[in-house]
C-alpha cells in the first residue's frame, strides 16, 4: 500500500492488523455461502472491534466515496455479505464482547458472535436466548440481527426481531446511534430499532444488540412420523397447527432423509417420503396432552410409523438431522437455496408445487420446512459443469419464488433477500413499497454507501 | 360550504353524509382524553368507510395543501388525535369490517373496530386477541397499533406490535399500500410493518390490519397482597420476575385503591399503602407452582395479605378494578397522565422517586403500574383552577419523564409521544436519532401534511 493512498489514512486510524490487503486473505471473503460465481473482490477487510473503530471506517468510506459491505460470519444462503468490487468489506469477526444482565434478563452483545455462543452464556445463568438458525453454531448474532433470522424454535417462541430490544448502530455518515434499550415496553419515537431488525445492512452498521433472554426452556418430548407423501406429511401439519403451538414443526422430504442418513448414519428410515419431527415443551400434563394429539395428527393422516421420546438427548438427535440437512444437500450438487414461506393452509399446495416443478424442468429439489410457521427451503441441487441442467436449476429457482407469491407468502422467510433474491422483491411487495425502501435508504445513507446490490 | 370552495370538492367526492361541518360536531372532536387545552377546531371532519374513501381524502388534502389529523376512538392519553386549525380530522369509526380467518388464525380489521369487539369476535372462534390496554373496551384497533398500546397480559403475551402482520396503509400522496401478509415469518425488504406500529399517524393513515390471533388463553389463577409500603411492593415485583413471566402483575398505590374504592365500592382495603394483583395461567402444576411462588415472593416483601383464588370471575374482578383506575382517578381532579417505564429493576427507584417528586411539589399523584414489565402510570390529579398547583403539577409532569429518563427508561411504554410528550423525546433518544425520525418522516410525507406536531 503506497503511504499517500487513501487507504493508509484508514490503516492509520486503526489499531494495527485492523485493515487487511493481501490478495490471499481478500480472496476468502469473496463469497458467503450462496457462493454467488459473481462475486467481486474487496478493496481491503477491516476488522474493527469497537463501535469507534466501525465509525473511524464508516467516515472513511463516506469521506473517499467507498462503498462498503458489511459480513458476519459469512453464512448469508441470500448473499447478503458477498464481496462487492472496490468496496471495503468490514468483517465484525472481531466484535465479541459479552454481557449478561441477569436483573433485566438480557444480553448486550457485539455482533461478531456466534448465535450459539449467545446461548451458551446464557444457559449457564439458567436463561434462554431461542432464535435458533439451523446454522446456530456458525453464524453470527449480527447476522441474525441484520436477517431477522428464524429457526426451529420460532414456530412458537418467534423471531430474533422479537428478542431485540435496543441496537447501537453506526449511519452511513458516521454517527453512533442507540436505538431502544433495556427495557421490555417503549412507544417513544418511530419503532427504529425494529426497523433496522431485517435491514440487512443497507441502514447502518449493527455494532451492538441487546436481546431480551427467557427462563431456561422446559425440557421437550419429541414426536417423528413417518408418511407415505409429503401431501400427506403437509396436511398432518396443519392438523397440528389448527389445534396447539408446537415447539418445533419440521418437516423433510425422501431426498434430505436419504442425504442426512448417508451424512450421518442414524438410521433415518430412507423408505418414507416424509418425515415430520414435532416437539412440545408444555410442562405435565399440558405436555402430555399435546404429544398425544400431534401422535393422533400424524396417525390420522396416515403416519405409517409415529416415534415419541421424553428423552431429551434421543429428541435432540432428530433436531440435528434436522439442522444438517443443508450441508448434507449440499453433497449432491451446487445448490440454489429457497427460503418461501406461506400462510399455513397454503403449505400444502406449496410442497406439492414444488415438486411439480421438480418433475417438469427435471432437477432434483430436497424439501426441508419449519413446517409449524409455513416457512420452506426447497434446496434446488444441480451439476454446475452441466450449463443446462444449471439453467433448468436456476428456473426453478424463480419458479418457485414465483409460487409463493402467487400463494400470498414470501420469497424469504429468514434469510434475507440479499443480492441472490432482489429480482423477486418488487413481484412481491410491489413498486410502491420499493419506492418506499428506496426512500428511506436514501434518507439514511443518500450516497449509497451501505451494501450496494442488496436488496434494492 | 360555498359551492366553488375546495371543501365541495371533497364533499362531491365521497358518499353522502361522510364530509360534517356542524361547528357543533366538530367541537366534540377537538380534544381526546389527553383533553389538552390547546386543541384546534378541525376545518372539517371527515368519516370514510373504505381505503378508497381515505384516499380521496389524503388526495385531496395534498392537492390543497390541508394538513390531516387521524383519529380512532379519541382515547390518546397523550393528544396524539388533538385536532389542529385549519387541518382536517379523519375519524376511522365507521371503518368497521371485521373478517376473522380461522386457517391462518388471523382478524383482519379496519382500524375503527374497538379492541373489545376483535376478542370478542376471535373468542367466538375459540382465539384469543391478547393485548388489552385498560381502555379496551373504548379504544380502537387502529389507535392501538398507531401507539403500539401494551396492556395488562403483556408482560407475558407482548404488546400490540407483536400481533400486527399486515397493514394496509395510505401514504401521504393518496397512494394505498400493503405491508407483510398472513405468513408468520417474512424477511422480505425493510420492516416497514413495524416501522408503521407505533408511528402515531405520522407516516401513513392505517387502513387495515391483519393480526395474528393465540389459542384462548387458559383459565387463570390470581393472586393479591397488599403492603406496608410502595417499596415493599416493588421489590415484590422483582422478587417474582426474577424467577417466572406471570400472565399479569399490576401495582396501584393507596391514592389509587381508594380512588377505585370510591368508584366501584367493591370491599378494597383502603388503609393497605400499596397493592399487588399477579396472574398464572400455567397449565395444571405449573401453574400451582407460579401461584405458590408468587405468594412466598409477596409474603418475604411484608405483604400483610395475601389472598389467592382460582375462579377466574373473582381475579377478573381485581383486573377490572386496576382497569377502573384512571376514570377514579380523573374524579379528584385534572390529571396529568404519565406513561413511564423502566428496565425492571429500576421499577423501585422510579415508584420511590415519584413519591419524592410528589412530595417536594405537593402534588397528588396515584400511582398504577404494569409492574411486570416495568412500565408505570403516575396520574398526577391537580385543581385546574389553582394556578399554581396547576404550575406544580406541571412541573411534577416533567420531572417524572426526566427521572425516567435518567434511569435509563422511557417516556412512553404504550401511549405514544403524542403533542404532550414530545417536548421530552429529544431528551430520550438523543438529536441523532431525532434527526433520522424526521429524515425518515419527509422521506415518507414530504410537505408534513400526516399529524402535524406528533412526536416531531
Known amino acids: 500500500m503506497a503511504p499517500g493512498s487513501p487507504l493508509s489514512d484508514l490503516i492509520r486510524a486503526l489499531p494495527p492488523g485492523s485493515v487487511v490487503t493481501h490478495a490471499d486473505t481478500l480472496a476468502t471473503y469473496r463469497q458467503d455461502r450462496a457462493l454467488d460465481p459473481d462475486a467481486g473482490t474487496p478493496l481491503a477487510l477491516v476488522r474493527p472491534t469497537s463501535t469507534d473503530e466501525v465509525q473511524e471506517t464508516v467516515r472513511w468510506c463516506a469521506a473517499h466515496g467507498v462503498k462498503l459491505v458489511t459480513r458476519g460470519a459469512g453464512t448469508s444462503l441470500s448473499g447478503g455479505s458477498t464481496a462487492v468490487d472496490g468496496a471495503l468489506m468490514l468483517s465484525t469477526e472481531r466484535m465479541r464482547a459479552l454481557h449478561i444482565d441477569l436483573p433485566t434478563r438480557t444480553a448486550t452483545v457485539q455482533p461478531g458472535l456466534m448465535n450459539s455462543e449467545v446461548k451458551v452464556a446464557a444457559a449457564q445463568h439458567g436463561l434462554w436466548y431461542p432464535p435458533d438458525p439451523s446454522s446456530f453454531e456458525i453464524c453470527s448474532i449480527g447476522g441474525n440481527v441484520a436477517t431477522n433470522a428464524g429457526g426451529l424454535c420460532c414456530v412458537k417462541y418467534g423471531v ?55 427462563p431456561a426452556q422446559p425440557p421437550a418430548s419429541t414426536v417423528v412420523g413417518t408418511f407415505p407423501s409429503v401431501s400427506h406429511a403437509s396436511r398432518a401439519v396443519l392438523a397440528v397447527t389448527d389445534r396447539i403451538r408446537p415447539a418445533l414443526l419440521e418437516f423433510m422430504d425422501k431426498v434430505t432423509l436419504n442425504a442426512v442418513e448417508d451424512h450421518l448414519r442414524m438410521g433415518l428410515p430412507r423408505e418414507a417420503e416424509a418425515l415430520l419431527l414435532a416437539q412440545s415443551d408444555a410442562p405435565g400434563a399440558a405436555g402430555r396432552a399435546e404429544v398425544e394429539l400431534i ?97 433448468r436449476a436456476h428456473r426453478a429457482f424463480g419458479q418457485i419464488m414465483d409460487l409463493a407469491i402467487s400463494l400470498g407468502g414470501t420469497i424469504t422467510g429468514e434469510h434475507g433477500v440479499g443480492r441472490l433474491k432482489k429480482a423477486w422483491l418488487p413481484d412481491q411487495v410491489g413498486s410502491d413499497v420499493m419506492q418506499m425502501t428506496a426512500a428511506i435508504k436514501n434518507a439514511l445513507d443518500p450516497d449509497g454507501l451501505l451494501n450496494p446490490g442488496v436488496m434494492l
Open 160 to 214: 430474533t426481531g422479537d428478542y431485540v430490544l435496543g441496537l447501537q448502530v453506526v449511519l452511513a455518515d458516521g454517527r453512533a446511534v442507540r436505538l431502544g434499550g433495556r427495557q421490555i415496553k417503549d412507544s417513544a419515537g418511530l419503532s427504529l430499532t425494529k426497523l433496522f431488525v431485517g435491514s440487512e445492512g443497507v441502514l447502518g452498521v449493527i455494532t451492538e444488540i441487546t436481546l431480551r433472554l427467557l
Open 295 to 391: 401422535q393422533e395428527a400424524f396417525t390420522a393422516h396416515g403416519a405409517a410409523e409415529c416415534f415419541s421420546t421424553d428423552d431429551p438427548v434421543e429428541g435432540e438427535a432428530f433436531a440435528a438431522a434436522r439442522r444438517a440437512a443443508i450441508p448434507a444437500v449440499e453433497k449432491l450438487g451446487s445448490l440454489l437455496l429457497e427460503d418461501v414461506g406461506v400462510p399455513l393452509p397454503a403449505l400444502p399446495d406449496l410442497i406439492d408445487g414444488v415438486a411439480a416443478i421438480a418433475a417438469a424442468e427435471d432437477v432434483t429439489i430436497a424439501v426441508i420446512a419449519h413446517a409449524g410457521d409455513g416457512n420452506t427451503h426447497p434446496l434446488i441441487a444441480f451439476d454446475p459443469t452441466d450449463a443446462a441442467q444449471r439453467e
